[in-house]
């Protein structure tokens, strides 16, 4: 069975290094705390890209894990049932 549902996943971009022709940098979120708009300025979680942002001109994003903050693929419960998704 094909599951074509959508849900919304949270996400932070920092563009104040982008210089229009640098890389884009990709933070995942992990299986912990929720994310927020300081993983791209000050947060250890995604510490290598902020450091090397400034000096390469990249745009910075992170992406909440599905599971954590508001990155819910399924409304109510939250049981082991909804894992799959």
Request: net charge negative; charged share 15%.
């Amino acid at each position: 069975r094909q599951i074509t549902d959508t849900f919304q996943q949270r996400s932070f971009v920092n563009s104040t290094f982008f210089d229009g022709s640098g890389p884009v940098f990709l933070c995942v979120g992990g299986e912990g705390p929720a994310l927020d708009a300081t993983v791209l300025t000050t947060s250890v979680h995604c510490a290598d890209m902020v450091e090397l942002a400034p000096k390469v001109g990249a745009l910075m994003v992170a992406v909440e894990h599905r599971y954590y903050g508001s990155s819910i693929p399924v409304s109510g419960h939250r049981g082991t049932e909804n894992l799959r998704w």
